[in-house]
Structure formats: C-alpha cells, structure tokens
C-alpha cells in the first residue's frame, strides 16, 4: 500500500522559510509523477507544484513561482518543497500527492494527510 508522510510544517514568520519533505515508500519517482497541494483555512485544495515522472518540469502555480522550489530524490523516493519569502496567504496545510498515471499534475490519485504551515506575526 503506497503511503506518503509529510514533515516539516510550523510556524514561520512573514518572510521566513521553512522546507517540507514527503517520504513516498515504495513510489517509484522515475514512473510517477508528483506534487504538492495545499488547503488554505475555508478554501478548496489548490495546486502549488510538481514534477513529471521523466523529470519535466518542476511547475509551479502563479502564486509560488519564484519563491517555492521543489525537488526529488529519486533513490531516497523524498519529495522535498522549499518555501521562501512566506507570506501569510501561504498558511495552509500542505499535501503531498501522487499524480493520476497519465494525468496532469493537479490530478492525484494518493495523497498524504499533510502537515500544518502557518504563517504569522
């Protein structure tokens, strides 16, 4: 059974940084594609960033670019998101999710239970 942990989230202040990691077990980074999702207090989950499976990308939504950089260990299978510049609008919890074979990267058919970034003076 594919299971993804996340770690990493907390409390940071505007402008600080903090990096998450999503141990993925028994994913194979090289056939699936990845990414990260978060869900902001009252919102729907959001796409944030991801990579194909042959190594395109990593993408990012419109309101991370630039400051969120994510990476891969491919023999580790550890997706790893750096977050910089944090903003208050980033609170959220932070998913990591395997994406549908086949599919876009905002499509996921397993998804960790995420962990808590907050964003406060």
């Known amino acids: 059974q594919v299971q993804l942990v996340e770690s990493g989230g907390g409390w940071a202040q505007p402008g600080g940084s903090l990096r998450l990691s999503c141990a993925a077990p028994?994913?194979?980074?090289?056939?699936?594609?990845m990414s990260w999702v978060r869900q902001r207090p009252g919102k729907e989950i959001e796409w944030v960033s991801g990579?194909?499976?042959?190594?395109?990308?990593?993408f990012y939504s419109d309101a991370v670019r630039g400051r969120f950089v994510l990476s891969r260990d491919i023999g580790r299978s550890t997706l790893t998101l750096q977050m910089n510049s944090l903003r208050s609008e980033d609170t959220a919890l932070y998913i990591c999710?395997?994406?549908?074979?086949?599919?876009?990267?905002?499509?996921?058919?397993?998804r960790g239970q995420g962990t808590l970034v907050i964003v406060s003076s």
């Open positions: 999710a395997k994406v549908r074979p086949g599919g876009p990267l905002y499509e996921f058919d397993t």
């Open positions: 028994g994913i194979s980074f090289t056939e699936d594609s």
């Open positions: 990579i194909y499976s042959d190594g395109t990308g990593p």
